[in-house]
């Protein structure tokens, strides 16, 4: 594609959720894609996540939703566990894409990526790895980007997919900050329980603690550390470290400590939100998912943003006579929903750090449920 002209190219940046998604929708629309990721095929960033009703339903337009069905494991239920060990509170998700199929997914994230990409290339998006944007001007209607290996594309849309650092992001002169909320998720592959069948959230005294299936034999364990300043520990404090903070809880979290010891793939994290308070645009030039709003991970929702801001470029793209017009569509269709949803995961953030749980449950539930509305 360097130096390639016409007005039905698009370059991509980042082959994640976001990324791989609108490249599959664009070229399905007969547009000419390239993604260009800086990382290497294999690399995926941390264990598992959920796949809720709005990412089904939208995957399920994209004739995905199966896949990542047979290959997940479909869940209905959200049980919140007080601080004595007992059930205090159950949210039944709605089910988006009907009654006989599960209201969400727990998946594991290098088997969805997997099952995106082999999309994408079906539809002939072309992957390049171990590159990535450099410079972006806008032409007239063409917008012309420089890569880091210094080839040229001269194409009718630039999508930023690439995560809440994003280059793309900061090139456009798109400016936001990276707020820290004082808390660090740790996350560790273990063998499922037979017991876990939904997502199991138990309240402690000073931190939050889950687990999340995403197999017949696997889940996650996540825990939220309250309080602490952002830090790296080494690799072989981590396992340690993780059973000592679940030490504190009771009941069935005894189980879950018992088979940190075990997992290998331990994993701690800052807890950052990232929000545009502007156009997401220049020109034809976009950022879509964690690059435009990245919430907390408390709504269990930023897969469901990703995916849904993949499929909507294309059609509102469809719908307008110039690349500029179809973009600005699409960003004023999804701002509201967007900032809802991160505003609603700092809340829950919040109310975890006071202790104030039973508030949390029904603003979870609510969300939820808001999220289910049409896009």
């Not at 990721?37 to 598992?48: K, M, Y």
């Not at 566990?81 to 209201?103: C, F, S, Y």
């Not at 917008?143 to 930023?160: C, F, H, I, M, Q």
């Amino acid at each position: 594609m360097n130096g390639y002209r016409g007005a039905r190219t698009a370059v991509i940046v980042g082959a994640g959720v976001a990324g791989l998604t609108v490249a599959t929708a664009l070229a399905r629309d007969g547009w000419r894609v390239e993604i260009v990721e800086i990382g290497p095929p294999e690399a995926t960033s941390g264990w598992g996540l959920c796949l809720t009703g709005p990412s089904l339903r939208a995957l399920d337009e994209s004739g995905l939703a199966d896949a990542c069905l047979a290959e997940g494991f479909g869940m209905n239920t959200i049980t919140h566990v007080d601080v004595n060990g007992e059930r205090a509170d159950e949210i039944r998700l709605p089910r988006l894409i009907g009654a006989r199929r599960p209201a969400m997914v727990g998946i594991a994230r290098p088997v969805l990526h997997r099952i995106l990409r082999a999309e994408a290339e079906r539809c002939g998006v072309e992957i390049r790895h171990g590159v990535t944007v450099a410079a972006v001007e806008q032409e007239g209607e063409s917008v012309r980007t420089r890569l880091s290996d210094g080839t040229v594309r001269e194409v009718a849309l630039l999508v930023g997919a690439d995560g809440i650092r994003s280059t793309t992001r900061d090139l456009l002169g798109l400016r936001t900050s990276l707020d820290f909320h004082g808390q660090m998720v740790w996350r560790a592959l273990v063998p499922r329980p037979p017991w876990a069948t939904g997502i199991h959230q138990f309240a402690g005294k000073t931190d939050t603690a889950g687990l999340v299936p995403l197999s017949d034999t696997q889940a996650y364990v996540f825990l939220t550390e309250n309080g602490v300043d952002r830090s790296v520990l080494p690799d072989t404090r981590l396992a340690p470290r993780l059973q000592e903070l679940l030490e504190t809880f009771p009941g069935r979290v005894r189980e879950i400590r018992a088979m940190v010891s075990g997992s290998a793939s331990v994993v701690r994290r800052p807890v950052l939100t990232a929000l545009l308070a502007g156009a997401w645009n220049r020109g034809n030039s976009v950022v879509i998912g964690d690059a435009a709003h990245a919430p907390a991970p408390q709504m269990a929702s930023g897969a469901a943003l990703a995916v849904e801001d993949g499929l909507l470029p294309a059609r509102e793209l469809g719908r307008h006579e110039s690349v500029g017009a179809g973009i600005r569509a699409f960003v004023g269709r999804r701002t509201q929903r967007c900032r809802t949803l991160v505003e609603t995961s700092v809340a829950i953030v919040g109310l975890e750090q006071a202790q104030r749980h039973f508030e949390a449950y029904p603003l979870v539930d609510s969300c939820h449920r808001l999220m289910a509305e049409p896009v």
